[in-house]
């Protein structure tokens, strides 16, 4: 990768250690993606928040670079591991609360928006098409570059933040025009979220950079979230386009023996003890959906639902929240399903959720069994 | 060879997998063991490893795993794939850990258990000595 002086000169550790440590990053980013040089970046969004998941090594790393570090462009940052709001309602040691508001005060210090958010396209204004973004979050990275016509690798935590320090990200392939070598052919019929959920599961494991996706008729936005969080968890895949592709396009099915196979190995359980909704986070607009599904019914377990915390804000002033507790749902925002610390498999065994992303870590992290769902079946199995 | 993302020498075992890794929440970040129980390493600890695996997938915060495991002296001595992930390039960066990007034809090449040297400085930058 060809580098200007000034970039050469940060590399070489002439302008303090942040810089030549964002810079070795974005070196070992621009060499993995075959780039040619640099570029600038308008918004970069981070993750690496949860204590949960980036431990004690990352809580200090956060630290020890925050007595130096600040963000060039604009930054706005992942979930982390709960709701200040309601703490103390789980069951938290003190240790990963003060650890948990350690990183969070790393962050602020380095002048990032404390959004806490995984969906950032749903609650930010999205810049003009075509804008150079670095998003490190895998969801968020597919819906910008296939629905909002953003550009953005599919970072790791580091380069984003490495983006984010420099306001440079390595000009590859995805940020330019590519077209991929694979199509995906959707033929499951009546698909609802978890079908689209299976679908972009699926698409991550076969895809590359990136994929052509045809038979995807009219989707929602919890389908479009879900088909992004799947995809994200699965694989590198970072775009897909709709449509058939080229002529010479590699053709894969997605079909009911390859959506039953997803299903086998994230389903690994009849019920739950309790639900989660919310991996990405839910939206205003699915708050509001949820309300409307949920009149006159209440859950007869726990139902935990993770959103944005402008979103919990937004739906509070409406009357949606009011509403969604009456009906007995739990509302946590600034956290998320996926890692979350507040639930254990010392108290529950299985979690029912509508999430593809969700179950993956479930199984995986928290160790616990997962029933997947669409929610419309969740809210007829589960409320009376 | 194709590429040499992180520097270094090292000698050690190979442990190899088919089938790619998503460090994030299959990794454990202190002791380096893999949890995922569909995955072929399942309960297998990938420390003082020469860790060969197609790429890294999923979750970008899988780079914090990395610079985790390293952290907490779990992590593999070097790292061999056959495609570059941004998850593993800048976790292996910020670690420390070398990590090279070799052809499908080396990549299958290499078993488990083989002992190999890595000098990305030399010529022959991988051997294969026993």
Not at chain 1, 15 to 42: C, K, S
Not at chain 1, 121 to 137: N, S
Not at chain 1, 286 to 308: A, N
Not at chain 2, 51 to 63: C, R
Request: aromatic share 6%.
């Amino acid at each position: 990768m060809e580098l200007t002086r000034e970039e050469e000169s940060a590399l070489k550790g002439e302008q303090g250690e942040i810089m030549q440590m964002a810079y070795r990053i974005l070196v070992a980013t621009g060499e993995a993606t075959d780039a040619e040089r640099l570029v600038p970046i308008e918004w970069a969004h981070l993750s690496g928040v949860n204590y949960n998941t980036i431990g004690d090594a990352g809580e200090e790393l956060l630290s020890s670079i925050s007595k130096n570090a600040r963000v060039k462009v604009k930054t706005t940052l992942n979930p982390m591991g709960f709701d200040i709001d309601n703490v103390s309602n789980y069951n938290l040691d003190e240790n990963f609360i003060s650890k948990q508001l350690s990183i969070k005060n790393s962050y602020e210090t380095m002048g990032v928006n404390l959004s806490f958010s995984c969906i950032p396209y749903e609650i930010f204004d999205i810049p003009k098409e075509g804008t150079q973004v670095a998003f490190a979050e895998s969801n968020a990275a597919i819906h910008a570059n296939s629905y909002d016509h953003l550009k953005t690798n599919k970072e790791s935590s580091f380069s984003a933040l490495a983006s984010a320090i420099t306001g440079k990200s390595p000009y590859s392939s995805l940020r330019k025009e590519d077209s991929p070598n694979l199509t995906i052919r959707m033929k499951v019929d009546n698909p609802n979220e978890l079908t689209y959920g299976m679908l972009g599961f699926f698409a991550g494991k076969v895809g590359d950079t990136s994929v052509n996706i045809s038979g995807l008729g009219e989707m929602d936005r919890r389908q479009c979230k879900a088909m992004c969080g799947g995809m994200g968890t699965s694989g590198t895949c970072a775009k897909f386009l709709f449509g058939e592709g080229d002529a010479d396009c590699e053709k894969v099915d997605f079909d009911k023996k390859e959506m039953q196979n997803v299903h086998d190995e994230l389903n690994t359980a009849e019920k739950g003890d309790l639900i989660t909704l919310g991996s990405p986070q839910l939206g205003l607009e699915e708050m509001s959906d949820l309300t409307i599904m949920l009149k006159g019914r209440s859950f007869k377990k726990r139902c935990m639902i993770f959103c944005p915390r402008t979103v919990k804000e937004q739906a509070r002033k409406i009357g949606y929240a009011n509403k969604l507790e009456r009906a007995g749902c739990e509302i946590l925002s600034d956290c998320c399903t996926c890692l979350t610390p507040l639930i254990n498999k010392d108290e529950i065994d299985a979690v029912t959720t509508n999430s593809i992303k969700g179950a993956f870590y479930l199984k995986n992290s928290n160790g616990v069994d997962v029933n997947l769902k669409p929610l419309s079946q969740i809210i007829e199995d589960e409320t009376s | 060879m194709k590429k040499i993302l992180v520097q270094g020498k090292v000698e050690g075992i190979i442990l190899k997998s088919e089938t790619p890794i998503n460090f994030l929440g299959t990794v454990d970040k202190k002791t380096g063991i893999i949890s995922d129980k569909n995955h072929e390493l399942f309960e297998k600890s990938i420390k003082n490893s020469v860790l060969v695996f197609p790429s890294g997938i999923g979750s970008s915060v899988g780079a914090y795993t990395i610079y985790s495991i390293k952290s907490n002296n779990s992590a593999p001595l070097a790292m061999i794939c056959q495609k570059a992930d941004l998850t593993v390039a800048t976790g292996c960066a910020l670690a420390n850990i070398p990590l090279v990007i070799v052809s499908d034809e080396e990549f299958s090449s290499f078993h488990n258990g083989q002992k190999i040297s890595l000098d990305t400085e030399s010529e022959n930058p991988i051997l294969i000595i026993q």
